[in-house]
């Protein structure tokens, strides 16, 4: 096993449900509004502290189908704007997957998040797609692909292009 | 022609798979490799386009690929409604014909107006940078969604890498009951199989009952593939699919170059799943507040009250669907304190409402006509449902707050059954009326 390719330090956990859509990421009447004001205002409408209680390094654990819906890419932007690690569910929806990867946010689908309990600690291991927890145990997620491993570790599409078009 | 007759393909294959293989310039691709594909369209509209990809590609130091093969669209902030909108659409045009891209403007819903210009042709492998870009797929087209920093990729490069998806095919026996349309046919699957069912793969609409559709109809189905949570949404083209390409001003030189035959799933191809239906025993269905997963038997949400009837959108006010709301409100009056709001999808299908009458049934029944736009469907300009209002609409979604205020409420439904219920105040079964 190789070294955790992310910021080591413990985020908190933030749980939400099933089929939560990216207009509760990425509410309509803001969707002019500069980015960290659309963010001041993401999952307000399911969880009314998160935008402000959550910090650098949480971990959003979420049901089944995450960020259903609309292709806005100012919904994975939110999460990151407000420094969420990484988003983990069984399943996503894919227009979202692909937008979180674009923008450099980790994407892990997890097959079984039952231990992954709301407020706990968890680190995120994204080479190995392993959250880690405070126990010392290991909740394993499905593989990243390299592909997309490589344009994560680049911190997005647009980075990644530009180290691309360079070599041109 | 006998699908027994012909000769067993060597390989056989998806439509998914026939389209993704070109686009790679492959000459077959294996469901779950990674192809990385040429682009033959891009189409952005004025909230995902031009003002979040033109900052990504100065960041590039990259142009536009191809000027011809990019479409933008105005139909989010369209008409402006504030200083703020106006900016956008102001920058949208501006750097839409400084670029040398196609600019559609004010003409009416992306998804509805790029076949309308003959952009969307079998074969074709087409990104949208909205998630009912799968609409497209009615036209045996692989097209489906983007956010605006891939699209940004897409324009530098002129590439997109792709998963080759698996295929599920949503397979339609019999006819049709008179009062059941395509939208009854999607929000049935989204109840009975979710909105994760399509599991990012491609869906393929078939059987007796889809080969009857219209355009549009056809159109109502891939659309709203993307509640499915597919990648893509495919109806194999036929007759039909050629006739209306033509009569949209496509050259018959290029359409006597779209071999039907080969743009089909294969028999024996691999399939996900096969899942059938009998369309002669669909009734009308309507979304309870707030999921298109919420779909029942219109008998399930009879009766409820509601104050707004809205038909609007990509998915619910094409003429076909002005045309099905004619039928119920022919001769009739919407309720006293309902307000029946019609956004027709595109100033074409307007214009061809009113020299057929269907325009002058609607108003005579008492809508109100709004802008050829997005409008209350993408939530973005001044005409939100107000907090307690109960809507029905023939959109393709009512997630909590997206067309209104939070404490507002929205079921989803037929355009048969959105005027049915705003004649009598109350949510109606359509078959009453007809």
């Known amino acids: ?168 | 022609m006998s699908l027994a007759a012909a000769p067993a393909p060597a390989r056989p294959a998806t439509l998914a798979q026939k389209l993704v293989a070109r686009a790679a310039g492959q000459e077959h691709v294996e469901p779950g490799a990674l192809a990385m594909c040429r682009v033959d369209l891009a189409m952005s509209h004025d909230s995902s386009g031009p003002r979040r990809v033109a900052p990504l590609l100065q960041t590039l130091g990259a142009t536009v690929w191809d000027p011809s093969r990019y479409v933008v669209v105005t139909d989010h902030f369209v008409p402006a409604g504030d200083p703020s909108a106006e900016a956008i659409l102001h920058f949208t045009r501006d750097w839409t014909r400084r670029s040398g891209a196609h600019l559609i403007d004010g003409e009416g819903i992306c998804h509805v107006v790029l076949p309308e210009h003959g952009h969307v042709l079998p074969g074709r492998l087409i990104v949208g940078g909205d998630s009912h870009s799968p609409t497209g797929g009615a036209f045996g087209a692989y097209m489906f969604g983007v956010g605006a920093t891939e699209m940004a990729g897409v324009l530098a490069t002129g590439e997109i890498w792709l998963r080759v998806p698996q295929t599920i095919r949503l397979q339609w026996d019999g006819a049709l009951a008179p009062g059941v349309c395509a939208k009854d046919m999607m929000l049935f699957l989204c109840a009975r199989l979710g909105l994760g069912a399509g599991r990012y793969e491609a869906v393929e609409y078939a059987g007796s009952a889809v080969a009857a559709l219209s355009m549009q109809e056809r159109m109502t189905l891939a659309n709203m593939s993307a509640e499915l949570g597919a990648q893509t949404g495919l109806v194999a083209p036929d007759a039909t699919t050629l006739d209306w390409l033509s009569a949209a001003g496509v050259p018959a030189s290029t359409l006597a170059g779209i071999d039907l035959a080969w743009w089909r799933t294969d028999a024996g191809a691999p399939l996900l799943a096969t899942h059938v239906f009998d369309a002669g025993a669909l009734v009308p269905q309507v979304a309870a507040p707030h999921s298109p997963a919420n779909s029942a038997p219109v008998e399930q949400a009879a009766g409820e009250a509601v104050q707004i009837a809205y038909l609007g959108a990509c998915t619910g006010a094409k003429l076909d669907d002005l045309r099905l709301a004619a039928q119920v409100l022919r001769g009739r009056r919407v309720a006293p304190g309902v307000s029946l709001q019609v956004a027709p999808a595109s100033v074409r299908d307007q214009q061809q409402a009113e020299r057929e009458g269907t325009l002058a049934i609607l108003a005579e029944a008492g809508a109100e006509l709004l802008p050829n736009a997005c409008g209350a469907c993408a939530g973005y300009g001044a005409a939100r449902f107000p907090a307690g209002s109960h809507a029905i609409a023939s959109t393709a979604r009512n997630f909590s707050g997206r067309m209104g205020d939070a404490g507002s409420a929205v079921w989803l439904a037929s355009p048969l059954t959105v005027a049915a219920s705003a004649v009598t105040g109350r949510i109606t079964d359509p078959r009453t009326l007809l």
């Open chain 1, 1 to 168: 096993m190789s070294e955790p390719s992310l910021p080591a330090h413990a985020g908190r956990i933030w749980r939400f449900g099933d089929d939560i859509d990216t207009d509760a990421m990425a509410p309509a009447v803001w969707m002019k509004a500069a980015p960290e004001v659309l963010a001041s205002h993401c999952l307000e409408s399911l969880r009314p502290e998160f935008p402000g209680q959550v910090r650098a390094g949480d971990v959003v654990v979420a049901g089944a189908n995450f960020g259903i819906g609309s292709s806005r890419e100012q919904a994975p932007q939110a999460l990151r704007q407000l420094g969420v690690q990484a988003v983990v569910a069984p399943s996503f929806g894919g227009l979202f997957y692909r937008n979180a990867i674009n923008l450099g946010l980790p994407v892990l689908v997890c097959p079984d998040t039952s231990r992954l309990a709301d407020g706990a600690p968890a680190r995120v291991d994204l080479e190995n797609a392993v959250l880690l927890l405070d126990d010392g145990t290991t909740v394993a997620c499905e593989p990243v692909p390299a592909f997309l491993r490589e344009i994560l570790s680049a911190g997005g599409l647009i980075p990644h292009l530009q180290a691309r078009l360079a070599r041109a």
